[in-house]
């Protein structure tokens, strides 16, 4: 009988190692994306003192400049989530000819969306700039996040490439590479970072920051042309149409 109890137990235990494979996956999924997150901040954290040891000038400087990146970078992280939520969609349902095409939307996507604040920035940086200090106030601090958005801010385009790829990334569950990815950044902006603060000041963080946005970008492109972040599946529909 259906409802024997052998084929309840038998039933129950199907369940239970349903359940523990879902619990793994989405752990291991969760553990990796947590993992980026801590080497991100980590890069931060790390720079830091550095920063502090240029003087209370940078130190106040360096936080305005941090709001003024989150201001521009908040735009185009949260318009990329909907290609790693999109991309996720075509691999459950096996349409992975649309993920190339939503790349480059999104792309677009990203960069239309952040040009009016971005340019805002960029052109009128003494009006942007004077919003967080005091009126009048044109002291150093002043000039140190004025230079970062006339020198480091047009290059955030790289950086908007990264975010994009580390969305289709996570989407495609390709996490080794996000992790790679980031990874690779964080340790191009501490190391040249620091370097480069210890000769140039404040400066040279700006050039840690374009540095590192620059070779994760080239990496994420390449790591995107030679298609080793595609599942097997995809690697063997793109070779048979007819698939």
């Not at 400049?65 to 992280?77: E, P, T, V």
């Not at 792309?107 to 942007?128: K, N």
């Amino acid at each position: 009988c259906y409802f024997s109890p052998c084929n309840t137990n038998s039933h129950q235990y199907q369940s239970a190692n349903k359940h523990r494979s879902y619990i793994k996956s989405a752990f291991s999924s969760s553990a990796a994306v947590m993992l980026q997150q801590m080497i991100m901040y980590f890069a931060s954290a790390s720079i830091s003192p550095f920063v502090n040891g240029i003087g209370s000038t940078a130190s106040a400087a360096y936080t305005v400049i941090l709001k003024i990146y989150d201001f521009n970078a908040n735009i185009y992280q949260n318009s990329s989530k909907v290609l790693s939520n999109y991309t996720a969609q075509c691999m459950g349902s096996e349409k992975y000819r649309s993920i190339p095409k939503a790349v480059r939307t999104a792309l677009i996507q990203g960069i239309v969306f952040v040009s009016p604040a971005l340019l805002t920035c960029v052109f009128f940086t003494d009006s942007v700039t004077s919003l967080f200090f005091p009126s009048g106030d044109t002291g150093e601090a002043f000039g140190y996040v004025a230079a970062f958005s006339k020198l480091c801010l047009p290059f955030m385009l790289f950086n908007i490439v990264n975010n994009l790829f580390h969305a289709l990334f996570r989407g495609a569950n390709a996490l080794n590479f996000l992790v790679t990815s980031t990874a690779l950044s964080a340790a191009v902006r501490i190391a040249v970072s620091i370097i480069c603060i210890l000769k140039l000041g404040i400066y040279g963080l700006f050039i840690g920051w374009i540095a590192s946005w620059i070779i994760e970008c080239i990496f994420a492109v390449l790591v995107y042309i030679s298609k080793k972040w595609q599942p097997i599946k995809m690697q063997s529909a793109q070779k048979n149409p007819g698939i």
